[in-house]
C-alpha cells in the first residue's frame, strides 16, 4: 500500500514526467510497479492511480494534502547558536541516516519506517551528545 510522503530523492515521474524535488510531497507506492518495473512515485495522484499505486485512505498520511502542509516561517533572524545546532543536527541526520542504512540495508530510505528508526538514530546522538556536554561541565 502507498503512502503520500515528503520524498528524499529528486526524480521524475517515469509516466508523466513530472519532476519533483527532495522534500516534495509525492504519492509512493513500493508494493506496484511503474512500466519500468519500480515503485509508482509522482506529484500527480490521477497519474499515480492510473499507473496502479494504491494509497491507504485510512492513513492520516494520506489525507494530508499539500494545502494542509503549507505554512509560514516566522521572519526571525538566526543567531550563531542556532546555526551550530543546525550543523550538529545536520552532522546527527547523515550518520543516523548511514547507521539505518547499514543496519537495515533492505530497507527503502524512502519507507516511514526508515524515517523513523533513522529519526530515532538522530534523537539518540543528539542526546549523547547533549549528555556529554552535560558531563563536561560537570567536571569543570
Ligand atoms: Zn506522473
Redesign the pocket.
Known amino acids: 500500500m502507498g503512502v503520500k510522503i515528503a520524498t528524499q530523492y529528486s526524480g521524475q ?6 519532476k519533483y524535488a527532495r522534500g516534495m510531497m509525492v504519492y509512493y507506492d513500493k508494493d506496484h510497479t511503474n512500466s519500468k518495473g519500480n515503485a509508482i ?4 495522484y490521477a ?2 492511480s ?2 496502479g499505486g494504491k494509497i491507504d485512505d485510512k492513513s492520516s498520511s494520506a489525507r494530508t494534502t499539500i494545502e494542509d502542509l503549507e505554512f509560514n516561517l516566522p521572519d526571525v533572524s538566526t543567531n550563531n547558536n542556532v546555526i551550530y545546532a543546525t550543523l550538529l543536527v545536520k552532522q546527527c541526520l547523515v550518520t543516523a541516516h548511514v547507521i539505518t542504512k547499514q543496519i537495515y540495508p533492505k530497507l527503502d530510505p524512502l519507507s516511514n519506517t526508515f524515517g523513523q528508526i533513522r529519526n530515532a538514530f538522530k534523537t539518540d546522538l543528539v542526546n549523547i551528545i547533549n549528555a556529554t556536554r552535560i558531563c563536561d561541565n560537570k567536571t569543570k
Do not use: G, K, L, R
Open positions: 515521474c517515469v509516466e508523466c514526467e513530472t512515485v509522482c506529484t500527480d497519474c499515480f492510473e499507473q
